[in-house]
């Protein structure tokens, strides 16, 4: 099994940064994919970001946001920069056991997840 545990939300202004961390426990994540789901109220949870041999965005996100992770520490990155207030969400670490990754259900382990919320 594999526990993951995100940190980093917060309160930011439109404009803003943050960087999402994503700490893995349990069996090595350094095969697979990983990846960033966001959930905003009232919305379907939708995929952000993933990283494996390759990474991939949303198109929503533009280039605003860079997700990395060091296979060292077990942990993955989300930077957002230029945040947007209708990034206000929820934000999930998963890690996925088939493809493909921008669907919610190809993924078997999820974190808490950590509140992102954008001020106008």
């Known amino acids: 099994q594999v526990q993951l545990v995100e940190s980093g939300g917060g309160l930011v202004q439109a404009g803003g940064s943050l960087r999402l961390s994503c700490a893995a426990s349990?069996?090595?994540?350094?095969?697979?994919?990983m990846a960033w789901f966001r959930q905003a109220p009232g919305k379907e949870r939708e995929f952000v970001a993933a990283?494996?041999?390759?990474?991939g965005y949303a198109d929503s996100v533009g280039g605003r946001i860079t997700i990395s992770r060091d296979d060292a520490k077990t942990t993955v990155y989300l930077q957002m920069n230029s945040l947007k207030p209708e990034d206000t969400a929820v934000y999930y670490c998963?890690?996925?056991?088939?493809?493909?990754?921008?669907?919610?259900?190809?993924?078997?382990?999820w974190g808490q997840g950590t509140k992102v919320t954008v001020s106008s």
């Open positions: 990283i494996s041999s390759f990474t």
């Open positions: 349990g069996r090595s994540f350094d095969t697979g994919t």
């Open positions: 998963a890690k996925a056991f088939r493809s493909p990754y921008t669907i919610d259900y190809n993924y078997d382990h």
